[in-house]
């Protein structure tokens, strides 16, 4: 049973345009969720995060948005650069960092 | 560069043998994570240290995996009598005070024969 999904394997978008990575979980335990990105052969590089009391957190061009009532999250990234391309995870955790589950990723390209 | 290393980066075994990962996070990290990548899946969350004390355990982690991290500084995580189904990306990660984020190290690659 999954608890966090990323039901788009991958994504392709065009350079300048904005890219839209989502992200669903089950588990209403949750309080802090994570985005991650990762490039061939290094380990995953973190991007932002935000607390569940929180519904929105900006970082330069890459923006989270949470919604607890539907259990949904999503990073928006403008404008989106073609060194953006990698796989994207989304990961969340309900006990102050000691476990967090990721989810499958999503490959982003960003055409040029 | 998050400034932790991980060694080997890859690892070639014959199912049966033993096998022994080291990872070394910077000093700052007093929280130390162990998690396995498969392809096409996310990390799976295998263990976690808090200094040298080890706080909890996947149920992933069956009996032939143990995690260790003398002194709070380097980790160690071996695997005896391999399985095929071993084989994958082994990642460590290491934190600081804020819990909120985690630096990864580049994986060690396990094939199982």
């Known amino acids: 049973d999954q608890q966090v999904k990323q039901n788009s394997p991958s994504l392709s978008v065009q350079e300048g345009r904005i890219s839209i990575l989502n992200c669903d979980y089950t588990n209403s335990m949750f309080d802090y969720f994570l985005w991650y990105k990762k490039y061939p052969a290094e380990g995953p590089t973190f991007l932002i995060s935000i607390s569940s009391i929180k519904d929105k957190n900006e970082d330069g061009r890459f923006t989270v948005f949470l919604n607890k009532s539907a259990k949904h999250l999503s990073l928006h990234i403008v404008p989106s650069q073609p060194g953006d391309s990698a796989v994207y995870f989304c990961a969340a955790s309900a006990d102050y960092g000691q476990n967090f589950v990721f989810g499958p990723g999503t490959r982003l390209s960003v055409l040029p | 560069d998050t400034g932790v290393s991980q060694n080997p980066r890859h690892k070639i075994t014959k199912r049966g043998q033993n096998v022994t990962f080291r990872c070394d996070p910077i000093?700052?990290?007093?929280?130390l994570y162990w998690y396995r990548q498969t392809l096409g899946q996310g990390p799976e969350f295998l263990t976690y240290f808090q200094n040298e004390a080890q706080l909890e355990k996947s149920r992933l982690l069956s009996d032939r995996f143990s995690a260790e991290r003398p002194k709070g500084s380097f980790s160690t995580l071996e695997i005896q009598r391999t399985e095929q189904g071993d084989s994958a990306m082994y990642l460590c990660?290491?934190?600081?005070?804020?819990?909120?984020?985690?630096?990864f190290g580049p994986g060690t690659r396990l094939t199982v024969l």
């Open positions: 990660a290491g934190g600081g005070s804020s819990y909120n984020e985690q630096f």
């Open positions: 000093s700052e990290h007093n929280r």
